[in-house]
């Protein structure tokens, strides 16, 4: 008996180091990949003069409770608490500090690096991994994509393989190396959670999302997959804290390298603009316009003079694909237009009026800056629809060519009812309504009254100048 648990002992001490082994083989071992790409990695520290003013003579500075914020998107805290050094005439004069990372793409000193680590900086140091320090010259940057190109003085300098971002796959080993709170060089590991992920505010880049640990310093740094390519740049996480929570965002290198290269040749980027303002098509959304499922982007604002304009896009126009990109959300659609060149043409499946149609359209270069459309006048004569709780009146010719609309009506009053329950207030625009256009306050009424009931209605509303549809059900 002795004997045979001494065997069941052994037979299980090696099952158990068989699975130890299994295991092990199959995860990877970043070993290699760092002792190669670590070279080309650096640190970039940032400084910035404010302007003198007074400060307290208390030294304890005020720091918010960052547990009590809700949940959002950040770009990592890399600006450090000011530093008050004293000025020659005694004042105090406060200087900004900021500490990110960034990887050297060429072998004659091209950094790539984020927009918001080097933003406002008088000076950029470059501390390669001998610890020596290097003045950096900004080449330029682009807000939008948080991008931005450095370049030192250098010759045979170490540089990272750049890797394509589009083959990227979910579940995927990835690592990041770079310098959180200052330590350098540390590396962390995880997957890709996601990829081509939407940001609030950030239209124009299609984000890789990881579980990597990502902390204030790592901005800028690279993200490498498994071959040792450089496939992003992380940039963002999501937090509550202010600090690492399982989200972290990273620019692909797709998007990364046509920014370098266009600040590069001319300092500046460029891109597509269909000049439409867009939102997302929602169940009822859907069962309104009569789409199969809720998908594409629902054309709320056709700008007057615009690409789309000119291409024949028209309001309540759900955009389905673009150049045979299918479009599932409607944050896909910035992201394929701004990569397109302006001057291109682009094709567009859209659905109009429950039928199916293909537009093609020049597409145009986005503009510097936005332009909001202008406000109303005091409207007139009232007229009322008590079947949804509002009273409306026509706008005038002025408030027309002011909101570049041929008809409408506005809110003058909402009473108790649909109206009041869906949110609408007045001063409210009412361009159209159960997917009619709506030129006067007598077809207002009218389609009013014939809306049906217990389905999906559609309204299109004017707030501020800003275009959106809303859906809403009226009860027997």
Do not use: C
């Not at 149609?357 to 007139?380: C, F, H």
């Not at 409408?408 to 909402?414: A, L, N, P, R, W």
Request: net charge negative.
């Amino acid at each position: 008996m002795p004997s045979l648990k001494r065997s069941f002992s052994t037979l299980l001490a090696i099952l158990l180091l068989s699975v130890a082994a299994s295991v092990h083989a199959q995860l990877p071992d970043f070993t290699g990949l760092v002792e190669q790409a670590s070279p080309a990695v650096v640190n970039i520290s940032t400084r910035q003069k404010m302007p003198e003013r007074a400060v307290s003579g208390g030294s304890q500075l005020n720091i918010p409770d960052l547990e009590g914020l809700p949940p959002i998107f950040r770009e990592f805290f890399e600006r450090s608490i000011p530093q008050t050094p004293r000025s020659p005439g005694g004042g105090r004069q406060r200087e900004a500090q900021s500490l990110g990372s960034g990887f050297i793409i060429s072998e004659d000193g091209y950094v790539l690096t984020n927009n918001h680590v080097i933003a406002d900086a008088d000076e950029i140091i470059v501390r390669l991994p001998d610890r020596s320090e290097l003045e950096a010259k900004l080449i330029g940057s682009d807000p939008r994509s948080d991008v931005a190109l450095l370049k030192i003085e250098g010759k045979g300098l170490p540089t990272v393989k750049l890797g394509k971002s589009e083959d990227l796959k979910v579940g995927e080993w990835v690592l990041a190396i770079g310098s959180p709170f200052g330590f350098d060089h540390s590396v962390t590991a995880g997957i890709i959670s996601a990829t081509g992920r939407s940001l609030p505010n950030e239209s124009y880049v299609p984000f890789i999302q990881t579980d990597v640990a990502i902390n204030p310093g790592n901005s800028g740094g690279p993200l490498f997959n498994l071959a040792g390519e450089v496939v992003g740049i992380n940039s963002q996480i999501f937090t509550r804290s202010g600090g690492f929570m399982g989200l972290s965002f990273a620019i692909p290198m797709s998007v990364a390298m046509d920014v370098a290269e266009q600040l590069k040749a001319s300092g500046k980027v460029s891109r597509g603009w269909l000049g439409v303002v867009i939102q997302e098509v929602n169940k009822d959304l859907a069962e309104s316009f009569g789409l199969e499922r809720p998908a594409g982007a629902l054309v709320a604002q056709v700008l007057e003079g615009g690409p789309a304009a000119k291409g024949g896009l028209m309001v309540g126009d759900v955009i389905l694909s673009l150049d045979g990109k299918p479009i599932i959300m409607s944050a896909d659609l910035p992201h394929l237009v701004g990569v397109l060149k302006p001057g291109s043409t682009a094709e567009l499946d859209v659905v109009r009026e429950g039928s199916r149609k293909k537009l093609r359209v020049t597409i145009g270069a986005l503009p510097e800056d936005g332009q909001e459309l202008a406000g109303m006048a005091t409207p007139g004569v009232e007229r009322s629809s008590n079947r949804l709780g509002v009273k409306v009146v026509e706008l005038t010719d002025e408030q027309k060519k002011s909101l570049d609309l041929q008809g409408g009506v506005v809110i003058t009053e909402v009473q108790e009812g649909p109206a009041m329950l869906i949110g609408l207030r007045a001063g409210d625009v009412i361009t159209h309504l159960n997917n009619q256009a709506i030129d006067s306050a007598k077809t207002f009424t009218e389609v009013a009254q014939g809306l049906p009931k217990n389905r999906s209605v559609s309204m299109r509303v004017l707030r501020q100048g800003r275009a959106s549809f809303i859906t809403f059900k009226l009860a027997e």
